[in-house]
């Protein structure tokens, strides 16, 4: 074990990339947290992924923990969903009218997941909760919406909002553009706090359509929360009329088939989905009840529509990888090997005194630089992001890709081999022994 710090991988065909792409995009990205702002350096464009391996343009190898933020639960390039792909690719790429892959993807789905009856098919996340979230006001014919500080639900105007002051706030918005009336109507309190949440009722009682969580909060660190206060959740949208919206988008698919609906065993009104369901492709879907989906056009008046919706590549790329997911143990399998990962990890930083805790579920893991327990984004001190971003720096020197942010989870995949788990680990432990040296 060593510790002083490996010296920089060269970076140097990125570097050139990066100073181009900053002519073409605002701040060189298509999206922000891209862009390196919170790690050192400048971001790695990548070249090739094969595996649990990335390449960058300077043709250096990692060991992907990011998993392009979540969807490639089979690794990169996986054999099955490519051949689909281009099997699909073969007879056009989009016809704007329905296709039988449509029903393949939506039939795999549905028949194996029984916290949902009819589904929509989206391209994108964001798109997914604005739509659900359309859903939830029409349905109720109520305007208001809660959501949690520490939750992200893509950047629709309604949802880019935070946490005012004081227990129960309306929110503030969070993005520049977003207007304060749209903010008016998001009211945002902690996660974890049953007491606030009993207010935010009371305060607005009959005036909430919708409360919005991600079940397994995992945008802001990985934030788990008991089941006992999920289970609250449910209880009091019901007894006021309000929908529960669980936003599975990291969720779906990742923790078991079900999602987090059906690890915790709580039925959501409308779930939200996205990343694994598109292998890869733009993909997002949400689903709900026949009777609350029949709410949507062209049969009901809760309009939503898309060009590229349900798109035929898409959906094959979906259907190769949903097979894969429903194989007898995969979700064992890959689970049992994450939590290995985790607790080794977790029993190197106790065995050195390390102020580190591993929080994972499943095949989602997270390192926080604490010795506390972790429920709430109040409760993450933004200084130990500075352990994070040195253990960045290092990881990529030893050949091991994290997303760009300390508050960022990490994902297995299943092409995760024990041998690639064995090499990350020691590069992690190296890692940490520079950060706390
Ligand atoms: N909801 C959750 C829970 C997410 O994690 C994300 C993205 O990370 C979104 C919604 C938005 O999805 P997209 O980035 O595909 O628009």
């Known amino acids: 074990v060593s510790t002083t710090a490996k010296p ?51 043709g250096n190898q990692f060991i992907d923990f990011c998993c392009s933020w979540g969807p490639l639960i089979l690794g990169h390039n996986n054999a099955k969903v490519r ?6 690719i073969q007879n056009g790429m989009s016809f704007g009218a329905p296709t039988a892959l449509e029903n393949e993807l939506a039939e795999l789905i549905l028949k194996n997941n029984k916290y949902i009856e009819k589904i929509r098919f989206v391209s994108s996340g964001t798109e997914a909760v604005m739509s659900a979230i359309r859903l939830a006001r029409g349905y109720t014919k109520r305007d208001k919406i809660l959501k949690f500080e520490g939750c992200y639900h893509g950047h629709s105007d309604s949802l880019l909002v935070k946490a005012g002051s004081g227990l129960v706030t309306f929110g503030e918005t969070s993005s520049a553009g977003v207007p304060k009336s749209f903010a008016d109507e998001t009211i945002v309190v902690s996660l974890n706090d049953k007491e606030a949440l009993q207010k935010a009722f009371k305060e607005f009682k009959d005036q909430i359509a919708a409360v919005i969580i991600e079940p397994i909060p995992a945008n802001n660190g990985l934030l788990l929360q008991h089941k006992e206060y999920l289970q609250f959740l449910r209880e009091i949208c019901t007894a006021n009329g309000t929908m529960l919206i669980f936003d599975e988008v990291i969720s779906g698919f990742r923790v078991g088939f079900e999602g987090a609906a059906g690890y915790y065993q709580i039925q959501p009104d409308i779930i939200t989905y996205g990343k694994i369901i598109g292998g890869g492709m733009p993909v997002g879907a949400y689903g709900a009840s026949a009777q609350i989906m029949d709410h949507i056009s062209p049969v009901g008046s809760v309009y939503q529509a898309g060009t590229l919706s349900g798109n035929p590549v898409a959906m094959g790329a979906g259907i190769a990888q949903i097979t894969e997911l429903l194989r007898m143990g995969f979700y064992r399998d890959l689970n049992n090997k994450a939590q290995e990962f985790a607790e080794a990890i977790q029993r190197f930083a106790t065995a050195r005194n390390y102020k580190l805790k591993v929080f994972s579920i499943g095949s989602i893991f997270w390192f926080a630089f604490t010795d506390k327990d972790i429920r709430t984004a109040e409760d993450i001190d933004p200084q130990s992001m500075e352990k994070f971003k040195k253990m960045h720096r290092e990881l990529l020197n030893r050949g091991v890709y994290f997303g760009p942010s300390g ?31």
Do not use: M
């Open 8 to 58: 920089d991988i060269s970076r140097e065909k990125s570097a050139e990339l990066y100073e181009k792409a900053k002519t073409y995009f605002p701040g060189g990205v298509n999206s922000p947290v891209r862009a390196f702002k919170s790690v050192y350096g400048t971001p790695l464009f990548i070249q090739k992924g094969d595996g649990c391996h990335v390449w960058d343009a300077d």
């Open 83 to 88: 051949e689909k792909v281009v099997e699909t």
């Open 407 to 437: 508050y960022e989870v990490g994902f297995i995949s299943s092409a995760h081999t024990k041998t690639d788990l064995e090499k990350a680990k020691r590069a992690i432990f190296d890692s940490l022994d520079v950060v706390f040296r």
